[in-house]
């Protein structure tokens, strides 16, 4: 019949604030049909099936399948590649339907296993999201968003958490497919006239230096392996003398604490700072302000930390406690 697709057969959850249909140049993706408020659980969902990673076999996969019921094949059989035609072998399918998953058993929960998810893989990439999947401690993948999101409007999602890290041109041989959001459209302006992918491509390569001067690892290269001229990403430093400086962490803690709160901004100015990113930061930025030493840094950092936003807490520490030396500094 007219306008028929597999994917119209899928199962939403009652209720669910959003319906699949199709996305121009992405095949299909999921739209919301009312208004999402940020935090708001998008939808909670278990895998057909998991397998242990990140080397699987057709055979394995054949004998997970065959382990489901009829109706769990069913939806199974409805999944497309890109939406359009069948898959050529189970593999193909386990690549662009699956999702990490991590077990709450202390004996398996450092196994690579990988899930199988009809819904969760109906949502597409974009470079600024406005949705998350924060890794949990369950085989369940919680869909969260990370901003209002209106009715009409499509469900995005960042495929790898790596990608807040690199250029554009590194997120797209990264993903193997060109993104067309308006961090990677070069003829989308910002509001004072510059191109928003150009700000966004110098945003985040400060985000990923300051990430590095923080924490002594690379954001990127510390989750890949092989020859540099083999991943998508080059190596923040080129020189070993610098690279074992940034390495260190033998920087002064005022410089440490004010590199945390432009990372913060940075990240909330070019628009993926999340509610679980956040969960994150905040302790970690706390535990830097507590190790100030010296009583004047103290009161400095409490008056900066009393600021509502990470701009204005960036700026109030730049320019009172920058060159200023603390006693517990290494």
Request: aromatic share 10%; net charge positive; hydrophobic share 40%.
């Amino acid at each position: 019949m007219a306008g028929y697709h597999p994917y119209r057969n899928l199962r939403l959850p009652p209720n669910a604030p959003f319906e699949l249909r199709p996305s121009p140049g992405k095949g299909w993706g999921a739209f919301a049909t009312r208004l999402i408020h940020r935090g708001e659980v998008i939808l909670r969902e278990n895998p057909l099936f998991v397998i242990p990673g990140p080397n699987v076999t057709d055979k394995s996969l054949w004998q997970a399948f065959l382990g489901l019921s009829q109706d769990q094949q069913q939806q199974f059989s409805y999944i497309r590649n890109n939406s359009s035609t069948l898959f050529t072998d189970m593999i193909q399918a386990m690549s662009q339907n699956h999702f990490t998953v991590v077990d709450d058993n202390p004996v398996t929960a450092q196994l690579h296993l990988l899930g199988f998810f009809v819904l969760q893989s109906r949502f597409n990439h974009s470079c600024l999201p406005n949705s998350t999947t924060p890794a949990a401690p369950t085989y369940t993948v919680t869909r969260y968003a990370t901003r209002p999101i209106f009715a009409g409007d499509e469900i995005t999602f960042s495929y790898t958490p790596d990608l807040k890290f690199m250029v554009r041109q590194e997120r797209h041989r990264a993903l193997r497919f060109v993104c067309t959001c308006s961090a990677c459209q070069v003829s989308t302006p910002n509001r004072i006239g510059i191109p928003h992918q150009t700000v966004s491509d110098q945003r985040r390569v400060l985000i990923r230096g300051l990430q590095y001067l923080v924490s002594g690892q690379d954001p990127v290269l510390k989750r890949r392996h092989g020859p540099v001229e083999d991943m998508a990403v080059p190596p923040l430093f080129f020189d070993l003398a610098k690279k074992r400086e940034a390495e260190s962490l033998r920087i002064p803690l005022s410089a440490k604490f004010i590199a945390v709160l432009l990372y913060a901004a940075l990240l909330e100015e070019e628009d993926i700072l999340d509610d679980h990113m956040l969960n994150i930061m905040r302790p970690n930025s706390l535990r830097i302000a507590h190790r100030f030493r010296t009583r004047s840094n103290i009161a400095i950092v409490r008056h900066v930390w009393a600021q509502s936003t990470w701009a204005i807490r960036f700026w109030y520490a730049l320019f009172y406690l920058w060159n200023k030396t603390d006693a517990a500094d290494p």
